[in-house]
């Protein structure tokens, strides 16, 4: 009888002991034992090359060409049956995987250890959620996703198998190997989510490993130093430390590691379990009747070196089917064929664990092998769709221990908050990205600072009424208190004592222990790990971005018990991620605006600008592009200060009007005269407020206030106009023209005798919105502008919005505009660029905001949200709607109040002639601005898009903007976009 009958019947025999002995279900990979491929295989191969099949052999890609040498001649000369990859470059890993199997006849089975992702082993690419932080997320569909992307990853690497998901049950927080890579204590959590990993990985053709068997959870030494000795009883294996791989083997997974421990209630003879026949065989292929691939941890570690001669040969015949990390491939291979020779161990058995590992290579498709492409390979890998399942799972695993009624963080406009990082030496991602919420001040200290420097931080700390402090610089394991210092947690002690407090603690849970008075915070949250992504998710949660739900996965101390953990509900306030979060492939997106933005400026339609897209709440693209002038000198940065001209209507006069008709101290068809007396008695006494703001009272469009200064000597008349300011010449115009605070009068009086246009129609009119600051103060007992900044701007934590930018901010953040050679006779740079505002004193109800494109998109978000954003309603739903909604649409008018709407029958538009874009809902408004700004938000899309320029940078004459159709073009790129989804760009899959 030849040896392949031999197998054939030895297979036959095993399975059917195995079906008497477990319900467990047979992995995927078991149905090709006895494949023609497989068959075939066998058949090729010497016996010194079946055995080779059982040896796996390390590679290190980060390492020089003469490495990739020795080890192509290892495995033309050995055959091994695989590799596992340790540290390297996508690119260069790639390539060197392809150079292995090109040099092996028989494919090879390539392994590595991706337990938080390929990050683990292969930099430059995504490193997902620690499995400590994985045990915290409730909602478990992203953690099957992200079994998935890791079998998506591998793939494109050239990997078959992933020494992967740990499933020990971490039931010893001081666990020197385990501990955060463990999902954690309770055994359930642990079978249950390890198992979606892994059958992620296997609905790919990827295999997993669970590891470590029978248990590492429970260890006080390092396997990888020395032997652990696993001291509990049988029943309690049974119950705890084998329950996971109970669970898993009975769902069917493809592999199981066995670890190098001691554990005398199942092998009392001391040897290590991954040599022990009693432990691989008796209890996990008799006892518990897995009927997978079993593979040893690496040879090469002390726990089982120290201890036993002959490693791989008494790993095989313990039941291992794959030795990993065989240190001396030559040796190994005697040592079994020696075995063989003399009579303990046979040629069956090799043929049976050949036969599986050859199977397992079916499964995969490695007898159809193809070199992996390794082209824009990084992208790949990062793709931002992976980063959906990354930010998913930080998003559900952040924790909140504490929360006395300050999470989320709101009612900014009585928060004065200073940061600090605990534990670094420069301004965290955290910090940077509550600066998206609120103006804050930072700080940081190191762990290792000196009391004096500890005591002059915590002086200026005392100007503050709400410190958010990150704590960063933990180690991932436990000795010497997770590398935290006495300073450190000192620190963190006495913020938490004397001031109103939120922590996020960026690290191990475990490391909570070890900080005194922490679980006196107010606010508490837990990140378990320390990250740029992870810092800017928990910074989100502090202001209400998305909801928190994590559950602390261990016991840490009295104070956090497992399971502990505290919901907070989202406020409506902004996130920002990635487009494919809200179903859009930033490849195509970024194109689209690219192409669009860089056209704009390459054509000199703007020096430059930036794009500002959010959907559903979430900013999914903020971009910059070009340069503040044509002399490209300064780049456009995202916390620039433009002006907003016309977009003042809606940001500013218009949500002050709105919030007094929800106070019904406006009554929208009240004649307009009672809340400006001035009309009285004239031609306008009776248009209504509705009229006015729908550009619908027969008002002209404008009045050239400044023109009508000019003497006969073309020169601006002195009895209104000085260089300097005095006496009543104290409005300021611009840097040296100062305006006679009288001349107001005269402009309100030309706008009460203008004559009025012959019929009702729609003609866009700003003359009114000089007159609302004035109304606006009357009503509220206010000045305009303090009632803006304290009613909306400050609560929304839209600091920068403000007119007179040049008394706020320095001259380099703000955006220069035209060079005005004809009124003020000079460049226009923190002034506001409207004629007739300037005249206002730059506080005016037609022009004169300034503000960053982030803080326009808080104020265009609240109206999308219909008045309602960060937790607080600013104005009713009733009246948004209402202002929202054309007013005249019998009367070929498109506008709201206010609010400008699409072009009538938009959408049947060539987009040449369309306003804004096509595809943009009737529900839509926004409003422009005459020196290139624009705001547009669509409640039936979720869609908010701003557009911020300076085309009329050094003159309005250049209309390029208008020309070539930027703004509209842009708008519908947007909406193409959303419309093609996910299925355009590099999926990743």
């Known amino acids: 009888m030849n040896f392949i009958k031999k197998t054939v019947l030895s297979t036959l025999l095993i399975t059917v002991i195995a079906t008497f002995n477990s319900t467990a279900t047979k992995p995927p990979f078991y149905k090709y034992k006895t494949d023609t491929w497989v068959n075939e295989q066998l058949k090729t191969l010497t016996l010194d090359e079946r055995i080779a099949q059982l040896m796996m052999i390390a590679v290190f890609p980060k390492h020089n060409e003469a490495e990739n040498t020795s080890v192509i001649e290892k495995i033309k000369k050995y055959k091994p049956g695989g590799i596992i990859v340790m540290q390297g470059t996508p690119v260069k890993t790639a390539t060197w995987i392809n150079k292995f199997q090109a040099a092996s006849v028989t494919p090879l089975l390539v392994a590595t250890d991706a337990e938080w992702g390929l990050r683990m082993r292969i930099d430059s690419t995504l490193r ?118 109970r669970y898993l083997s009975d769902r069917g997974i493809c592999g199981v590691m066995s670890a190098h421990l001691s554990v005398p209630a199942l092998d009392n003879s001391g040897r290590p379990s991954s040599v022990s026949k009693k432990i691989i065989t008796g209890y996990l292929k008799d006892e518990i009747g897995f009927k997978g691939f079993v593979v040893s941890d690496a040879m090469n570690m002390k726990g089982v070196r120290n201890r036993v001669k002959n490693t791989e040969l008494e790993a095989i015949k313990a039941g291992n089917d794959m030795i990993e990390f065989v240190p001396d491939l030559g040796n190994a291979i005697n040592q079994v064929k020696q075995a063989i020779a003399n009579g303990t161990f046979t040629e069956a058995e090799v043929n049976d664990k050949c036969r599986t590992i050859l199977a397992l290579k079916r499964w995969v498709h490695l007898n159809k092998y193809q070199p992996v492409e390794t082209k824009n390979l990084t992208a790949r890998l990062n793709s931002p769709r992976y980063q959906v399942t990354s930010r998913k799972l930080i998003k559900g695993s952040l924790t909140v221990l504490k929360n006395e009624n300050i999470l989320p963080v709101q009612d900014l406009e009585k928060q004065k908050i200073a940061t600090v990082v605990v534990g670094g030496n420069k301004i965290s991602p955290f910090q940077k990205m509550v600066g998206n919420y609120i103006k804050t001040e930072n700080f940081f200290i190191s762990k290792n600072a000196t009391e004096k420097e500890w005591v002059q931080l915590r002086q200026k700390l005392e100007n503050y009424n709400l410190v958010i402090a990150g704590v960063e610089g933990i180690n991932v394991y436990p000795s010497n208190k997770y590398g935290t210092t006495e300073m450190q947690r000192q620190i963190v002690s006495e913020i938490v004592d004397a001031n109103n407090s939120i922590i996020l603690f960026f690290g191990n849970a475990y490391a909570l222990k070890w900080f005194k008075n922490i679980q006196h915070s107010k606010g508490l949250i837990l990140a378990y790990q320390n990250s740029k992504l992870v810092q800017e998710l928990a910074a989100q949660l502090v202001f209400g971005a998305f909801d928190a739900s994590g559950r602390l996965p261990v016991s840490v101390n009295e104070w956090f018990k497992l399971n502990d953990g505290m919901d907070v509900k989202k406020n409506k306030t902004f996130a920002y991620t990635v487009p494919e979060e809200v179903g859009i492939s930033t490849e195509l997106l970024t194109h689209k605006i690219d192409s669009i933005a860089m056209l704009g400026v390459d054509s000199a339609a703007y020096p430059g600008c930036q794009v500002l897209i959010a959907k559903n709440g979430n900013v999914i693209f903020h971009k910059c592009y070009g340069y503040h002038t044509y002399k490209n000198k300064q780049p456009v940065a995202k916390n620039d200060i433009y002006d907003w001209a016309s977009v003042t209507k809606v940001t500013g006069a218009l949500p002050a009007i709105m919030k007094m008709v929800d106070e019904k101290k406006i009554k929208l068809d009240e004649k307009f005269s009672k809340y400006w007396p001035d009309f009285k008695n004239s031609n306008k006494e009776n248009i209504t407020v509705r009229e006015v703001l729908a550009h619908q009272a027969r008002l002209a469009s404008w009045i050239a206030f400044w023109q009508m200064t000019v003497t006969d000597k073309n020169e601006l008349d002195k ?3 000085r260089k300097f300011p005095s006496g009543d010449f104290n409005v300021r115009v611009s840097d040296n023209l100062y305006m006679n605070r009288n001349y107001r009068k005269t402009m309100y009086d030309t706008i009460r005798t203008s004559e009025l246009l012959p019929r009702k129609k729609y003609v866009y009119s700003g003359l009114s919105f000089y007159l609302y600051p004035q109304i606006i103060s009357n009503l509220t007992g206010q000045k305009f502008e303090s009632f803006l900044k304290n009613s909306f701007y400050k609560p929304l934590g839209a600091s920068t919005i403000t007119f007179n930018a040049y008394k706020h901010f320095p001259m380099k953040r703000i955006i220069p505009t035209e060079t005005d050679d004809f009124f003020r006779k000079q460049q226009i740079h923190g002034f506001v660029h409207d004629e007739g505002a300037a005249m206002m004193g730059g506080v005016s109800g037609n022009a004169g905001l300034f503000g960053t494109a982030g803080d326009l998109a808080k104020v265009f978000q609240m109206y999308l949200q219909k008045g309602y954003f960060g937790g607080r309603r600013y104005i009713s739903e009733k009246t948004l709607n209402e202002f929202s909604k054309i007013q005249y649409p019998d009367n070929d008018n498109r506008r709201g109040l206010g609010f400008d709407k699409p072009l009538i029958d938009n959408d049947k538009n060539k987009l040449k002639d369309a306003y804004p874009a096509v595809s943009t809902s009737k529900n839509s408004f926004g409003h422009s601005g005459f020196t290139g700004t624009f705001a547009w938000v669509d409640p039936d899309n979720g869609l908010l898009f701003i557009f911020m320029s300076n085309r009329v940078y050094p003159t309005r004459e250049n209309r390029k903007l208008y020309s070539l159709n930027i703004r509209t073009a842009m708008h519908q790129a947007i909406y193409d976009c959303i419309e093609k989804g996910l299925n355009s760009g590099s999926s990743g899959y």
């Open 719 to 721: 009895r209104v106009f």
């Open 128 to 245: 997902y959620p620690y499995a400590q932080a994985i045990g915290a997320v409730r909602d478990t569909t992203y953690i099957y996703q992200m079994g998935r992307d890791f079998g998506a990853q591998l793939k494109q690497l050239g990997v078959q198998m992933n020494f992967a998901p740990v499933v020990d049950v971490n039931t010893n927080p001081n666990n020197p190997v385990i501990n955060f890579r463990s999902i954690g204590e309770d055994k359930k959590n642990v079978a249950e989510k390890t198992w979606l990993i892994a059958k992620g990985m296997q609905d790919v053709n990827v295999i997993p490993i669970a590891k470590h068997f029978p248990g590492h959870g429970d260890t006080k030494t390092d396997s990888h130093k020395a032997l652990p000795i696993i001291i509990h009883s049988k029943k309690r294996l049974d119950d705890i430390e084998s329950y996971p791989f």
